[in-house]
T-cell receptor
Framework: QKEVEQDPGPLSVPEGAIVSLNCTYS??????FMWYRQYSRKGPELLMY????GNKEDGRFTAQVDKSSKYISLFIRDSQPSDSATYLC???????????FGRGTSLIVHP | SAVISQKPSRDICQRGTSLTIQCQVD?????MFWYRQQPGQSLTLIAT?????????ESGFVIDKFPISRPNLTFSTLTVSNMSPEDSSIYLC???????????????FGPGTRLTVL
């Protein structure tokens, strides 16, 4: 079993839909949970990070962590074609540690 | 933040040859990281490049295959040696911010080098 599991998709949704992206993990030592966005032919860029359990909101994006279930989610409201990208979850035991990445989920938002 | 550039952006190489990938950062950083991203696979850390010392390699990666140089605090190179088609991948350079006052040290990535080995 991999430390971080993420469905590669692709996930195709119409513009305006609410998107839910998810990851599960097995290492209970993980405390920091990150979401990266990677456009085609670009490097990943950090979208959001969350420490421990709970929710964090940033504009149309909401990150949610449920440590009891070892499950994290990223919600995108009012999705736009410009949101089409690969979304990678990542997690680490501490802020200075090198994170473990999921495989990434390919999201396609069609007009 | 950190802005990272990589050269080349892509290359097509013959089996048995070597390719050196360059990574330049716009600020001085202590640690630089090299990742491999294969289709459908997670980002895999190859090694950590430390200025003034030998690179630290992850399990499954060896210096003879992936020699790394780190001549200063803004530059590093990764060489993919004696290439085979299995080495076809995207190779990414990365740096991590540091500072005890930050709760989380953000990681920045270069645009990647897309390597195809025939």
């Amino acid at each position: 079993q991999k430390e971080v599991e993420q469905d590669p998709g692709p996930l195709s949704v119409p513009e305006g839909a609410i998107v839910s992206l998810n990851c599960t993990y097995s290492n209970s030592a993980f405390q920091y949970f990150m979401w990266y966005r990677q456009y085609s032919r670009k490097g990943p860029e950090l979208l959001m990070y969350t420490y421990s359990s709970g929710n964090k909101e940033d504009g149309r994006f909401t990150a949610q962590v449920d440590k009891s279930s070892k499950y994290i989610s990223l919600f995108i409201r009012d999705s736009q074609p410009s949101d089409s990208a690969t979304y990678l979850c990542a997690m680490s035991p501490g802020g200075s540690y090198i994170p473990t990445f999921g495989r990434g989920t390919s999201l396609i938002v069609h007009p | 933040s950190a802005v990272i550039s990589q050269k080349p952006s892509r290359d097509i190489c013959q089996r048995g040859t070597s390719l050196t990938i360059q990574c330049q950062v716009d600020s001085q950083v202590t640690m630089m990281f090299w990742y491999r991203q294969q289709p459908g696979q997670s980002l895999t850390l190859i090694a950590t490049a430390n200025q003034g010392s030998e690179a630290t390699y992850e399990s499954g990666f060896v210096i003879d295959k992936f020699p790394i140089s780190r001549p200063n605090l803004t530059f590093s190179t990764l060489t993919v040696s004696n290439m085979s088609p299995e080495d076809s991948s995207i190779y990414l350079c990365s740096v991590k911010t540091s500072g005890i006052r930050r709760p989380y040290n953000e990681q920045f990535f270069g645009p990647g080098t897309r390597l195809t080995v025939l």
